[in-house]
């Protein structure tokens, strides 16, 4: 085991979470329905005028995709504490960081690369532009894998606890403010015609934040879980 | 200047009385709170040291 | 002259020290208050452009200055129970929550009441309201976290480590609430462009320091009824005169 490098743990890892979300695959479909659905509901509750939904988009479809990675959150960590597999992996000689941060990945994988896909087909249905979809596929790029992240550190926290879904959006969604913001900032610049490129550097810039801290925090919010 | 014009506070009463009035509530309430936390916690104790007395 | 802090850490001999620290500052806040509502409203004079309503200044702006205060106060004892496992401080961290929380409702009561006369609509999408209304999101997040949780211990660090990541995240989304006001135009709300009155000062920081005392005082009578639930069961407790009586 100690021969293991931390690229090859980090694959393991990512493999066999990928795998067992391949045996539940309704789990990942009710995600992507979940965001389907709610995008779809805004147009019925605020009226069909193209241009109240043209310029309503972005920010619905980041609504709902903050509101869809909520919903995954609590199946994070759950069945490895429940089996007992989360022990063992406090145990390892490896770092724990780097395993939390194969299993933040995995966990976008499997439900925030859905949601980056099927956005554009939404995006369609509020008649965006082809740049805005670009831009926004590019900005779900980049923030999904945060909102994933802060999320980890909320299901770690709340791991096992009784009414853990509604807590654990109590916990992270005020954190995801900024996300939300620079997220369909981004695709709204491009609409109206200012620049992108300061909304999506300063998505990335959030992006290198969470990828140093948000593994090591979760590593600890674990631990403290666990004892 | 009269008391009926202070309190009137140039059309603005509704505000100014409601903002101080909130404010008065929420340390009302607070304290309130408080002191009920505390003599719950003290009758607990008395229970517990009652029992104690009794089992001894 | 060293004051050994240690042995006022521990919760037995706080006990006792903050149940005589509590008259003083509540007295004063008490004075305080009266003082600065005396200014406030006796002294401080009409302004020319807000007429009587700038009046809420002197309850809205300590309200909200000293919510967020807390919140770092809170994340400062969080950190300081978490690293050093020193179990006061992690009792000051959850005694301060409710206060700031209840500050922090009191500054957007306070606001929706100034922001109707003077903008015309209860609730304006402003940065400082927005970031106002979200950290009493961060507030319920704490208190709700720790109420979820029933070993005291486990309890404390998660939420110290919560109240932790969340004073990290308060510039971030100041500032990316500010971006998000200007790119949209929304509406600024400054205070009136002529400086203050020195009584309206004076009026702001004497009622400043009154919410700042009452805090205190406040927080210090929680974390006693903290300190006795936690520690129930020990011999010190058992041996209060209030206990024995």
């Not at chain 2, 008391?3 to 404010?23: K, L, Q, R, T």
Request: with cysteine; glycine share 8%; net charge positive.
């Amino acid at each position: 085991m100690n021969k293991l490098s931390l690229i090859d743990l980090l694959s393991l890892v990512i493999r066999r979470d990928l795998v067992l979300a391949m045996r539940r695959r309704a789990d990942v479909l009710t995600t992507l329905i979940f965001f389907v659905i709610v995008v779809s509901l805004f147009p019925l509750g605020v009226g069909p005028e193209m241009d109240m939904l043209r310029k309503m988009a972005p920010g619905v479809v980041w609504v709902a995709a903050l509101l869809a990675s909520m919903l995954s959150l609590g199946r994070m960590f759950s069945a490895d504490y429940l089996d007992g597999t989360l022990e063992q992996m406090m145990l390892v000689p490896q770092s724990l960081s780097v395993l939390v941060l194969a299993k933040i990945l995995a966990h976008w994988m499997v439900s925030g690369l859905p949601l980056v896909i099927m956005a554009p087909v939404l995006g369609l249905q509020f008649d965006m532009p082809t740049q805005a979809l670009w831009v926004l596929i590019a900005a779900l790029l980049l923030g999904t894998p945060i909102l994933s992240m802060i999320g980890a550190v909320g299901a770690a926290l709340t791991l096992g606890l009784r009414g853990g879904g509604a807590l654990v959006s109590l916990l992270v969604l005020p954190l995801c403010i900024p996300v939300l913001i620079f997220g369909a900032g981004a695709v709204e610049a491009v609409v109206s015609g200012t620049s992108v490129g300061s909304h999506l550097s300063l998505l990335g810039a959030l992006l290198l934040i969470a990828l140093v801290f948000t593994p090591w925090v979760t590593a600890l919010a674990l631990r403290i879980s666990m004892e | 200047m009269n008391w009926g014009e202070f309190f009137f506070m140039n059309g603005y009463a509704w505000y100014i009385w409601g903002s101080y009035g909130m404010a008065l509530l929420i340390f009302f309430i607070e304290i309130v709170m408080v002191r009920h936390r505390k003599m719950l916690i003290l009758e607990q104790l008395h229970l517990m040291r009652n029992v104690e007395n009794v089992v001894t | 002259m060293a004051i050994n802090w240690f042995k006022y850490s521990a919760p037995s001999t706080f006990y006792g020290v903050a149940g005589k620290m509590v008259p003083w500052f509540s007295w004063s806040a008490a004075i305080l208050f009266v003082v600065g509502l005396y200014i406030g409203f006796f002294v401080a004079p009409t302004d020319i452009q807000q007429s009587e309503a700038y009046r809420i200044m002197f309850i809205h702006v300590p309200a909200s200055i000293l919510s967020m205060f807390i919140y770092l106060v809170m994340a400062g004892y969080a950190a300081l129970g978490l690293i050093f496992n020193t179990r006061l401080s992690s009792m000051m961290a959850s005694a301060l929550a409710p206060t700031g929380a209840l500050l922090a409702f009191l500054s957007l009561w306070t606001g929706a009441l100034w922001g109707k006369p003077m903008w015309g609509a209860w609730w304006v999408w402003d940065a400082r309201l927005t970031s106002e209304l979200i950290l009493l999101f961060l507030y319920l997040g704490f208190i709700a976290l720790h109420a979820s949780i029933d070993d005291p211990r486990r309890a404390d660090r998660a939420s110290a480590l919560l109240a932790i990541i969340g004073s990290v995240n308060v510039p971030i989304i100041y500032f990316s609430v500010q971006w998000w006001n200007t790119l949209h135009q929304g509406a600024t709300v400054k205070f009136t462009g002529t400086s203050m009155h020195v009584a309206m000062q004076q009026g702001m920081f004497t009622m400043m320091l009154a919410v700042w005392l009452y805090a205190i005082a406040v927080t210090l009578l929680r974390v006693r009824c903290i300190i006795l639930e936690r520690e129930c069961k020990a011999q010190w407790v058992s041996e209060l005169v209030e206990v024995r009586r």
